[in-house]
């Protein structure tokens, strides 16, 4: 496990100065498991297996940290209950020591759709959060012209998310889900539903996003490339039950470019990853094999 | 069928450089370059190679689909196709024009008594009239007045319930089955029972259009808030907002067109109930001006006061479409 990267590369400044935030927070998983059905009579055809057993996790601040897994290992699940939407059955989930009991604007998320509120512009989106709180209108606006700057649309504040391109509307998501200064970002496959080119250009963004920012970060993909160009750290989740079965340090400079993607160290990472993802969803679907036959 | 017979039943080569499975794989290691202009020979033969294995093409147990003749190319309008702006228009006009221009031809020709039908010009003379003596615009306002008490009364109720079902669970579990009920009871089988409580006054023809109207509102706000992709709740806890922040400024604008929508629909509902009730016990309104003209045998006049209904109705409904276009505009 390592700590914060104090050698990443200071980013180019924006001409605003940057947000006041503390910076990230620490987040602590002990023993997390998840069981839809637990308590309740389990509806027939439903595996007896919980969806996430003893899951230990720790993020440091402002730690960029990246779970991968085939579809169905509980990922999802894990960053909800990381967020606070779902309760876990088993263990706890705790930021900077005090435990997770519901969604709060200090774990933002960022979902695949962006869910990006489609009556309301780039910039009022981004305003949703700072409107919950007691700031003057001024302030709010000051902010909003900052993030929308950040993420590289201050031509596109007063479009509606209907107006967009899809790696623009992810880009008001994270924005969105910055503006609140969260200590921890949050995000579930937030490029899955982008072509190669806008991902390749989403990724540097989100690096820079988050060297400018300084915010801890735990993303959730099925890409292993992207999680190996992207994390500090890459946790490799298994299916039935979602479980933890490695964690691996990301040894490669904290200046990421395309070029990063020829490093032999990258190519190396990759292929390790992905060799583990797939084991383990070979299991998983031999598994399943052998209770349908 | 065997795979053995496959150099046997290989088809003959189409192009004269294109050459069959067994030969591009035989030649495939000797020579890696191919002759000048010919495919990739390293490649696995193209489908015409593979055909004949196992009966169908790669082994299945079957032929090629059975294919169908493509579409003529067609002038008729496509399926989900738009109108250009001028046939719109044009068509617009035709469809008011062609049933007038039916009643004008029908009470003309004399085929139908003109007590039965009387002619459009007969018809605009009754208005006329009425509109003079003063009656009509009485008339009108009395039923308008009643319809936008009994609505507004029955909107007032009915949107919070239906948010509130369309939202909490324990609110459709309470509501949903004694609404779903009266929902079913016709509202004008209540007239008798109106009568009895609140008299011939003005308080049971409004109750009976908030009868009329309230279920079905209730039942559609419910279903549109229902629609709320439960993904923007979910970020809208992340960003921090509170259950009654979520319903204020999440919930009730992703709502607010489909309510304006169900509206306009039960809108069109208050207006059948008020003439209904000013059918049975009124002493004013324009449903009473039609059992009136009934009493008098002047047909004229009760097509020239449905004529008037069916303008004002059209005239609420465009404004609560306006209103929608304008609220929801994102929407589109
Ligand atoms: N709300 C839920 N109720 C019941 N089962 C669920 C629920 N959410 C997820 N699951 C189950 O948990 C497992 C993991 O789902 P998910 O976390 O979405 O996986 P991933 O994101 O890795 O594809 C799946 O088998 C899914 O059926
Ligand atoms: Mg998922």
Known sequence: MSGPDLTKTPATAPAVPAPTGEGGGALLLRGVGMDFHAGRRRPAGAPAIPTLVGVDLAVAPGEFVCIVGASGSGKSTLLRLVAGLIRPTEGQVTLDGRPVEGPGPERGLVCQSGALFPWRTAAANIAF?????PMPRAERRRRVAWYLNEVGLEAYGDRLPGQLSGGQRQRVAIARALACEPRVVLLDEPFGALDVQTKEDMQLFLRQVWADTGTTVLMVTHDVEEAVFLGQ???????????????????????????????????ELRAEVEDLVRLHHRAHTSRLAATAG | MSGTDLPLTAPAPAVADDRPASAASAASPVSPVSPAGSADPT??????????????PGGRAWGPPPRRRPARPSRLPKLGEDVSP????????????????????????????????PSPAAVFSAGVDMARSGELFSDTWSSVRRVGLGFLIAVAISVPLGFAMGSMGWAQALLEPVIGLLRYMPA????PLLIIWLGLGESSKIALLVIGVVFFNTLMTADVVRRIPPDLLEVSGTLGARQHEIARKVILPYALPGMIDAARVNAAAAWNFVVVAELVAATSGLGYRITRAQRFLQTDKIFAVLVVIGLIGLTIDVLLRLARDRVGRWAR
């Open chain 2, 86 to 117: 001028p046939t719109r228009w044009v068509l617009r006009v035709l469809s008011v024009v062609v049933p007038l221009v039916v009643w004008v031809t029908l009470s003309a020709s004399g085929a139908v008594d003109d007590t039965f039908l």
């Open chain 2, 188 to 191: 004008s089988a209540f007239i």
């Open chain 2, 43 to 56: 490649q696995p033969a193209g489908p015409a190679g593979r055909a004949g294995v196992g009966g169908g």
């Open chain 1, 233 to 267: 750290r890459v946790v490799v989740l298994a299916s039935d039950p979602g479980r933890v079965v490695a964690d691996l340090p990301v040894r490669l400079p904290a200046g990421r470019d395309l070029g990063t993607r020829r490093d032999p160290a990258f190519l």
């Open chain 1, 129 to 133: 959060g700072l409107e919950l709180l």
